[in-house]
């Protein structure tokens, strides 16, 4: 058996999701009613199991997020809606709080989501032998972590190729709550790492203002994908539940060209696609037409360079050039032939700020905007808004998605058959009792059947080859024909719908060991029901979530692999030769009145953020 590899894709709402499946997504991950980490991302049963038809027609898949932290109060609600869930088909759920694997669940397959920080192979290990069929794992891992897990765990493997990335390890940020109740666990992030803030050394000089120290760049692995599915992954997460449908549609047609790429050629004999048909697209996809903060590879090939989007956490776009100079109220840009009526450009001004301006019309290889920025000549210039572009893609049609069959036209005792048989080898077919006449000039209208019988339209199938075989040159009307037609896709849509294997599995409680016997804040216990899961399985001290104890002032809110110090090139690892130059600790966050302490972790590489008030020891470099 070939291994499956597959593309999943973000679905805010449904129409998000058919337009993901359109444009060659394998599978779908989306919000259901509640307990989502992206609390504005919800959608109705009633959407949900829309979208898991329209899915399962392509043998396409879909994934519901239940990835909040519970509250005791909520446990009874969440269960009751993972069995409407799984009565309306749903494929899986990825979840991040224990307690679900405690509650009397139908026997639908679980995800162990990227929130439960899936670092370690062997958690990962005891999370598969505790049922769960697939971890995400976590985005600061690199090739060779990702396959010492697969060897470990074998389990199956999703990893996050495009889209945004969290400074922090996912599920260990508790900035948010920690300013104001807002918490990232249960959906309502604030995203205090994309605010400006002052950098202050340990004597209190400024090093850096008004700058975004955490915010990073956007997330791009897709030129690793062979290396990926050889370390073990096999499923590609696009990051963007909140993105509209240009960003879905450009990053699902961007990737799927590429893994098909792969899967038709070096890697035809090991691994194959995850669903039935096949995509044709009216633009070229590109990532730097969507939003982006420009992009990096992250840790997957070790840590290699700088990945801050310090200027800004809004999205810079596609580099067009640099302002040459204005002129008469418009922009004379290089390369502004690129440029349309209706463009959004962006560049960083000279307080180092991201500022933007709107082009009303393009004339001469000149940008007239409407409002005159005064911008340094030399100053480069994206674009962050590519209206010709948006508009091709939003179109329905920019994405289409259609199975293959091949139809047989045949005669029977009272008239005639049709048979269609599709790409995966489901056969449907129609019979028509008529008469059988000979065409009037007693010639073949064979060629006249065949442009009738190709004309699939908007149903999901394509007729790849049309066979006639009569035994004479029978005559058969217009209407006839396309009445046929029509009854043997829909008949064929109703048999790929019915023969659909839904992966089921039921839960058995298991107490083989967690790995550790303590567990602090960070592994988010907020409910009865996780405290006992754990407490099975061999845990004797939990202390509660965040959310549940926090001490305001005192507290560390992010764990991160991201460092500051790697940034400002004085990292005592990578930057030996600037060690004379050593900045006095501990540096300081401020951003008005919040104020954070870092404090870096050079063994693990982690760099460490604490609230004001906290007291930790500064640990001297041991790269002596």
């Not at 107490?511 to 099975?536: C, G, I, Q, W």
């Not at 951003?591 to 870096?600: A, R, W």
Request: net charge negative; hydrophobic share 35%; with cysteine.
């Amino acid at each position: 058996m070939k291994k499956k590899i597959e593309i999943l894709a973000p679905a805010k709402d449904l129409i998000h999701g058919m337009a993901a499946i359109n444009a060659g997504a394998d599978a779908v991950y989306i919000g259901a009613p509640q307990f989502g980490a992206r609390s504005n991302a919800h959608n109705s049963i009633e959407d949900v199991a829309e979208l898991v038809k329209y899915a399962h027609l392509y043998h396409a898949q879909v994934f519901v997020v239940i990835n909040t932290i519970l509250y005791d109060n909520e446990l009874e609600t969440c269960r009751q809606m993972i069995w409407k869930l799984y009565d309306i088909g749903v494929d899986a759920l990825i979840v991040q709080d224990m307690a679900i694997m405690e509650m009397d669940l139908p026997p639908i397959v679980l995800h162990a989501s990227t929130q439960a920080n899936n670092r370690d192979p062997h958690k990962i290990k005891f999370l598969k032998d505790a049922g769960m069929k697939r971890v995400v794992l976590a985005r600061e891992l690199n090739l060779h972590q990702i396959k010492e897990i697969a060897d470990t765990a074998d389990v199956e493997l999703e990893f996050f190729v495009t889209g945004a990335l969290c400074v922090s390890f996912s599920g260990n940020c508790y900035m948010s709550v920690a300013n104001g109740e807002r918490s990232a666990n249960r959906g309502s992030c604030a995203q205090n790492c994309r605010l400006p803030y002052n950098l202050i050394d340990g004597n209190g000089d400024t090093l850096i203002k008004n700058s975004h120290l955490l915010s990073i760049k956007d997330l791009d692995v897709s030129d690793q994908l062979p290396s990926l599915i050889e370390a073990g992954v096999c499923s590609f997460k696009i990051e963007g539940r909140l993105k509209d449908v240009v960003y879905v549609k450009n990053n699902v047609s961007y990737l799927r060209k590429k893994l098909d790429a792969f899967l038709e050629n070096e890697g035809s004999e090991k691994y194959a696609k995850a669903s039935s048909g096949t995509c044709t697209y009216t633009f070229d996809s590109a990532l730097n037409k969507s939003f982006n903060r420009g992009y990096t590879d992250y840790f997957v090939n070790e840590r290699h360079q700088a990945i801050g989007s310090w200027e800004s956490p809004k999205s810079k776009g596609q580099y067009i050039g640099k302002l040459i100079q204005t002129v008469g109220g418009a922009y004379q840009i290089e390369n502004g032939a690129l440029l349309n009526n209706g463009d959004g450009l962006c560049y960083i001004n000279e307080e180092n700020e991201a500022d933007g301006i709107y082009v009303n019309k393009v004339e001469n290889g000149l940008a007239y905007p409407n409002v005159l920025k005064e911008i340094k000549p030399g100053t480069f210039i994206y674009r962050n808004n590519d209206a010709a572009f948006i508009k091709i893609v939003e179109r329905e049609d920019s994405a289409v998605r259609k199975i293959s069959t091949t139809l047989l036209l045949t005669e029977n005792e009272n008239g005639f058959e049709l048979i269609a048989t599709d790409e995966d080898g489901y056969v449907s077919t129609v019979t028509l009792a008529h008469a059988k006449e000979q065409t009037k000039n007693g010639l073949s209208i064979e060629e006249n059947i065949k442009t009738q019988l190709g004309k699939t339209g908007f149903t999901p199938y394509k007729a790849d080859e049309i066979t006639i075989m009569f035994s004479d040159n029978w005559f058969l009307p217009i209407s006839k024909i396309n009445e046929m037609r029509r009854t043997v896709y829909e008949q064929l849509s109703e048999i790929r719908l019915a023969n659909y294997k839904r992966e089921e599995h039921q839960l058995v409680k298991t107490d083989h060991p967690y790995p550790e016997t303590k567990l602090d804040f960070m592994y988010n216990v907020s409910n009865k029901l996780a405290r006992k899961f754990y407490e099975r399985h061999g845990v004797t001290e939990i202390e509660k979530a965040f959310e549940l104890q926090w001490d305001p002032g005192k507290s560390r809110v992010m764990t991160t692999k991201y460092c500051i110090k790697y940034e400002l090139e004085r990292c005592p690892k990578y930057h030996r030769e600037n060690m004379d130059k050593k900045v006095k600790e501990p540096l300081v966050l401020k951003q008005g009145e919040l104020e954070y302490k870092l404090k870096f972790n050079c063994k693990p590489c982690e760099m460490e953020i604490w609230e004001k008030d906290a007291e930790f020891e500064i640990e001297e470099d041991h790269f002596h």
